[in-house]
């Protein structure tokens, strides 16, 4: 069993910065990706950035490229997004999952974790 436990959200400023932390344990890890997505209130849950253990391949949303950064430390068995140029948009409730396969769409992912909250006030 994979669990997954976020960490680091909060209430930023826009403009502001915030690094998540997403803590894996339970599986070997070498041959997952690694997605962090966000889900709004009244909204679906969208894809934001994943990361693939195996090569460190990364994709990230266009809604976020250029500000966010997807990184790991293996030691740890964590991965981070870092995110930058914070806006009020940013808004979510933000998981991070594990999966076989790199994908966009959050039913590829099969383990979860709790989810952490960002607020960007403007």
């Known amino acids: 069993q994979v669990q997954l436990v976020e960490s680091g959200g909060g209430l930023v400023q826009a403009g502001g910065s915030l690094r998540l932390s997403c803590a894996a344990s339970?599986?070997?890890?070498?041959?997952?990706?690694m997605g962090w997505f966000r889900q709004a209130p009244g909204k679906e849950r969208e894809f934001v950035a994943r990361?693939?253990?195996?090569?460190?391949?990364?994709y990230y949303a266009d809604s976020v490229k250029g500000r966010v950064t997807i990184s790991r430390d293996n030691a740890k068995i964590t991965v981070y997004l870092q995110m930058n140029s914070l806006k009020s948009e940013d808004t979510a409730v933000y998981y991070c999952?594990?999966?076989?396969?790199?994908?966009?769409?959050?039913?590829?992912?099969?383990?979860w974790g709790q989810g952490t909250q960002v607020t960007v006030s403007s």
């Open positions: 339970g599986r070997t890890f070498g041959r997952y990706v």
């Open positions: 990361f693939r253990w195996s090569d460190g391949l990364t």
């Open positions: 999952a594990a999966g076989n396969n790199p994908s966009t769409l959050a039913r590829s992912y099969d383990y």
